[in-house]
């Protein structure tokens, strides 16, 4: 196994890895957002990066073993680092019709589940919470939505499955007057960044039928009830 050192902390790297691929892990910006914190928080005294998946020329997910320490005992080290994602709840108002919301029906071959349904998400690619959110509404729901960077709230950021993964969400939303026009374009349309595999159908929703959609996931259930609190307290 190669190893270098990154301040104090040994990095070694399984021989599966090739040697000129060390630098951009290293150099990864998740993979270092990662390091300064545990190194912070921890007794940090050795990392082992397992396994590499790259997306193109960019560093995907990583997966690594920590020697790491708290309150003087050793503490589970399986990390999966993916980077940091966000959510958008678009909430779709039109005069006599109740609210509305645009959700994403796609394949997600790790939750074994061919047509998952949930808010359009994304993962950051050395951007911000904000310019990210605006890219996925692009590519999942279409460049024609009339989405301005001033109109995103934030609702909460959160980590998903701080267990075993790194990854934290932004949740936004966002309220849209549209048309019944507009909105009947929106329902079934086709949509995916075609270099990242994706085959996306848009589905339109009303708003409240969220909770009784199906199996979902946490960040489309929990941005509807915290969107819905924010709501009902601000008398809306």
Avoid at 121 to 126: E, H, I, K, R, V
Avoid at 161 to 189: F, K, N, Q, T, W
Wanted: aromatic share 6%.
């Amino acid at each position: 196994m190669g190893q270098v050192e990154d301040g104090s902390v040994p990095i070694v790297f399984a021989p599966t890895i090739p040697a000129d691929c060390h630098a951009r892990v290293r150099a990864a910006p998740h993979f270092r957002r990662w390091l300064a914190a545990a190194a912070a928080g921890f007794d940090l005294r050795r990392v082992t990066v397992e396994s590499v998946t790259f997306f193109g020329p960019r560093v995907g997910f990583i997966l690594l073993q920590a020697d790491a320490w708290h309150d003087g005992r050793q503490v589970p080290g399986t990390v999966l680092l993916r980077g940091d994602s966000v959510s958008i709840l678009l909430v779709l108002r039109h005069a006599g019709h109740p609210d509305r919301t645009i959700l994403t029906c796609e394949a997600r071959l790790p939750a074994a589940c061919p047509d998952l349904l949930s808010l359009p998400a994304g993962m950051l690619d050395g951007e911000t919470f904000a310019s990210t959110a605006l890219r996925e509404l692009s590519e999942e729901i279409g460049a024609d939505l009339a989405v301005r960077q001033d109109m995103l709230v934030d609702l909460a950021t959160v980590w998903l499955s701080p267990g075993g993964c790194d990854e934290a969400i932004a949740l936004y939303y966002a309220v849209l007057d549209l048309d019944d026009a507009a909105i009947r374009a929106l329902d079934g349309r086709r949509t995916g960044n075609a270099d990242e595999r994706e085959s996306i159908r848009v589905r339109v929703v009303d708003l409240d039928d969220i909770p009784r959609i199906g199996r979902t996931d946490a960040k489309t259930l929990l941005s509807f009830y915290m969107y819905r609190d924010r709501a009902a307290r601000a008398g809306a």
